[in-house]
């Protein structure tokens, strides 16, 4: 740390080291600034942010907190979204900021236009919350309802708020589940980031089920409907077969007259989500013996909360295979 300050020409104490992943992100804080670099496993050509701010206390928390604007829970006025999406900007813009007891250490500032981040159009930034690592995620939901930010909405229990963790681009990822489980038990760390969606039911999800967004394609055209959130759940395994009677079931669509595919956003492509894996040969010659059937959360599909599962009814386009 000193010889980076004094490399970079900084002042002051309120600097610390975060890791990056592959492609320069924050990754992780390396929150004592005592610890050898052997025992943080550091290595050499590692690259590391150097951020300003100080460190969450010892055994807390600092988790940056983003409101969903999708969020359809009731409110406390009749305002339309466009006027809510005002008084948010007109709030941030007065210097409205988070409320923390004296002993907590100030977060990132919520004083101006720049800290509404505006990355995805989905999210925008609420603050930076702290907590313990031994809190329960009920705990971190209560502390979240006293934000200044979701007070124009009327969250009658703790299971009309969803969170989410969220991913490097701020899409959605895993649904955080299981109330009484602590933060450090649900693998949260301080470079997370949290999504909070308000809704206007009760969610309780349970640990099979995966919480997905579905697309149906436009009949002639390269293009699709607007997403649908659904929760698929199964009592048995997760097959195409399960998935396929459920969409069919909620979409109202025949059972074989439809294609499924889901995205991989990284790869910039589709997975057509097929009933039985390719056959394998040997030698060509097909392998004998019975195949096993297909986990859609195993490899190749690996289905997940947040994943997009595109739809092309059999016949739009005369072929009935999905174009992107």
Same mark, same amino acid.
């Given at each position: 740390? /000193? @010889? ?43 690259? @590391? ?44 813009? *007065? ?25 995805? !159009? ?12 031994? *809190? ?8 979240? @309802?006293? @934000? ?6 009327? %969250? ?34 301080? /470079? ?5 969606? %308000? ?6 999800? /349970?640990?099979?089920? /995966? ?15 607007? !997403?649908?959130?659904? %929760? ?28 499924? *595919? ?14 039985? !894996? !390719? ?46």
């Amino acid at each position: 740390m /000193s @010889l980076a300050m004094k490399r970079f020409d900084l002042a002051g104490d309120k600097w610390h080291f975060c890791r990056t992943n592959w492609c320069g992100e924050e990754a992780g804080l390396l929150e004592d600034k005592e610890t050898s670099l052997e025992t943080e496993k550091l290595k050499e050509g590692e690259t @590391l942010l150097l951020l300003e701010g100080s460190l969450p206390p010892k055994g807390f928390l600092r988790l940056a907190v983003y409101l969903d604007k999708k969020s359809t829970g009731p409110t406390n006025s009749s305002k339309n979204s466009l006027e809510w999406l005002q008084g948010l900007i007109e709030t941030f813009a *007065a210097g409205v900021g988070i409320s923390r007891s004296e002993t907590e250490t100030k977060p990132r500032s919520t004083s101006s236009l720049d800290s509404l981040e505006t990355n995805s !159009p989905r999210y925008c930034f609420l603050g930076d919350v702290e907590i313990s690592k031994q *809190a329960t995620l009920s705990d971190l939901k209560a502390h979240l @309802l006293t @934000l200044p930010l979701l007070d124009n909405y009327v %969250v009658p229990t703790l299971n009309f708020l969803r969170l989410c963790r969220l991913e490097s681009d701020l899409e959605p990822g895993r649904v955080l589940r299981r109330m009484d489980l602590s933060l450090s038990r649900l693998k949260i760390s301080t /470079s997370a980031k949290i999504g909070c969606t %308000v809704l206007n039911y009760e969610e309780s999800l /349970s640990q099979s089920a /995966s919480l997905l967004t579905v697309r149906l394609r436009l009949a002639d055209k390269r293009d699709y409907g607007p !997403p649908i959130e659904v %929760v698929f759940d199964t009592p048995g395994s997760p097959t195409p077969a399960a998935l396929r009677k459920f969409l069919s079931e909620t979409l109202e669509l025949p059972a074989d007259g439809f294609v499924m *595919a889901k995205h991989f956003p990284n790869k910039y492509e589709w997975a057509v989500i097929r009933a039985s !894996p !390719p056959t394998q040969t040997t030698k060509g010659k097909k392998k004998g013996g019975q195949q096993k059937a297909i986990n859609l959360r195993q490899k190749p599909y690996f289905l997940k909360d947040g994943d997009l599962i595109g739809i092309g009814v059999s016949g739009s386009d005369g072929t009935g295979v999905i174009c992107i």
